[in-house]
C-alpha cells in the first residue's frame, strides 16, 4: 500500500469512528437546553440578639469660682468627679427584607401520620427530589406538611410536579415559598 493512500485511510476510520460516537447524540432529536438560574432563595434567618446597651460618661471640667479674664481650669481630684452616665440605646435592626416571590415549592401535602410523612420523604429524596418539611419533625397526631423545592423558576417545579405525580401519585400544588413560615 502506498503510504499516501494508507493515511487516507486511517483519516476516513477516524471521521467514522468520531460520527459513531457524536452522530447520534446530536441527532437524536431531543431539543435539550438547560437553562441556569442565577438567583438565591433566602435562607432562614437565624434569631439575630440586638447588642447589649452601650453606656457613654461624660467627664465636665471644674472652673474656679472667679469668672474673669485668665480663669485656670483647675483639675478635679479623683475623690470629686462623678461622672453622668448616659444610656444610649440601640436602633431597632430591620429584618432583612424578602420578597413575597422569593421562590416557588411543591406542597404535596398535610399528614398527621409521622410514619407516612418519614416514609414519603425518603422515597421523595432516594428519587433526587429536594424534600422539607413544616415542622422540621413529624410527630404523630400533628398536622406535617411536606414540601419539594423550593425553586425560582416556576416553569421547572412544574415539570418536577409531573415526575412527583408519576412517583407518588401526590398532585400537590405550586404555592410561593415563604423561607420564614416553611
Do not use: C
Amino acid at each position: 500500500m502506498s503510504n499516501q493512500f494508507h493515511n487516507r485511510l486511517v483519516g476516513t476510520i477516524v471521521l467514522v469512528a468520531l460520527g459513531v460516537i457524536f452522530l447520534p447524540d446530536i441527532l437524536d432529536g431531543k431539543q435539550h437546553q438547560e437553562q441556569e438560574t442565577f438567583a438565591e432563595i433566602p435562607l432562614r434567618p437565624q434569631s439575630q440578639t440586638a447588642p447589649a446597651a452601650l453606656e457613654i460618661a461624660e467627664i465636665t471640667p471644674i472652673y474656679s469660682e472667679d469668672e474673669g479674664e485668665g480663669t485656670e481650669v483647675v483639675e478635679p481630684s479623683p475623690a470629686e468627679v462623678k461622672p453622668e452616665v448616659s444610656v444610649i440605646e440601640p436602633a431597632p435592626t430591620p429584618a432583612p427584607a424578602i420578597s413575597a416571590k422569593a421562590g416557588w415549592t411543591l406542597q404535596l401535602g398535610s399528614f398527621a401520620n409521622a410514619k407516612n410523612v418519614n416514609v414519603l420523604v425518603s422515597q421523595l429524596r432516594e428519587a433526587g427530589f429536594a424534600t422539607y418539611t413544616f415542622p422540621a419533625k413529624a410527630v404523630d397526631g400533628q398536622l406535617t406538611k411536606v414540601f419539594v423545592g423550593p425553586e425560582i423558576n416556576r416553569d421547572k417545579l412544574i415539570t418536577i410536579q409531573a415526575k412527583v405525580h408519576k412517583l407518588t401519585d401526590l398532585k400537590g400544588r405550586i404555592v410561593n415559598y415563604d423561607p420564614i413560615q416553611g
